[in-house]
């Protein structure tokens, strides 16, 4: 069955109260600058590299990836929407784990150093991609999803959170790298169904776990916010949650 009027409502506001978050944050930070990367190209680039510049790339990313998703189980690709999900869950630990120093004024570990410098680390150094020589140095996964455990779950095992991370990621990670029992969602019995129907129940099932997403989403952009202090724009981003959904994730029944 289609998204409902509520979620379709849930959905609409989340991306609003996003976006406007994303502005207000953007007008908190230098801004970006028309920077030489090699050569004769230019582009925009945050050239301070600052971590509340990171929070605000992640956030754009996250309102892009939940538009994406909420289209394409509109149409029925539910593989597709698999792999936007997987994606949304990496954006949302991302945030966690850029914005704990500064939400909890902790030191920055080295790991977030070098977080920052491979996010903003540039895709080629050299004007012909062929001949670029850079390597990225990235932050593990795991090392992502122990330090968001045990920084936002207090008084919970951080080994227990990450396991439970881990299967979640494991679930959908099947839809990005295209693996067969995934692809077997599309399998109605006798043939590949591409789009599902409306009627289909994998359809309705993942349909109705992404709601769940955009109050994940939502939240996600709650922390981000909520590092730009009592300028920023928190406190709008978390009215429109609570106005939204319960403690829980779901939608309010009025």
């Known amino acids: 069955m289609p998204f409902t009027k509520s979620e379709i409502a849930a959905f609409e506001i989340a991306i609003r109260t996003i976006d406007k978050a994303v502005v207000r944050m953007e007008s908190l930070v230098p801004p970006p600058t028309w920077t030489q990367l090699h050569g004769a190209t230019y582009a925009h680039r945050y050239v301070e590299r600052q971590a509340r510049q990171a929070l605000i790339l992640k956030s754009v990313r996250l309102s892009s990836a939940l538009r994406a998703g909420w289209v394409l189980l509109q149409n029925g690709l539910v593989l597709d929407a698999g792999a936007t999900m997987r994606a949304l869950d990496e954006l949302e630990s991302d945030i966690m784990f850029i914005a704990g120093p500064l939400l909890f004024q902790q030191p920055f570990e080295k790991r977030h150093d070098q977080y920052l410098a491979e996010f903003f680390q540039e895709e080629f150094d050299h004007p012909d991609p062929v001949q670029a020589t850079q390597r990225r140095n990235r932050v593990s996964r795991r090392d992502i999803r122990a330090y968001v455990a045990r920084t936002y779950n207090a008084g919970l095992p951080v080994s227990q959170v990450v396991a439970l991370n881990e299967t979640i990621d494991a679930t959908f990670s099947g839809y990005v790298h295209g693996a067969a029992v995934h692809i077997f969602d599309v399998y109605d019995g006798r043939t590949f169904v591409l789009p599902l129907r409306t009627t289909d ?48 994730g779901r939608i309010q029944t009025r």
């Open 201 to 248: 129940q994998r359809l309705s099932d993942m349909m109705e776990q992404y709601v769940l997403y955009v109050h994940r989403a939502m939240m996600a952009v709650a922390v981000a916010s909520k590092v730009f202090g009592n300028s920023g724009p928190f406190e709008a981003v978390y009215r429109a949650v609570q106005s939204v959904f319960t403690d829980d």
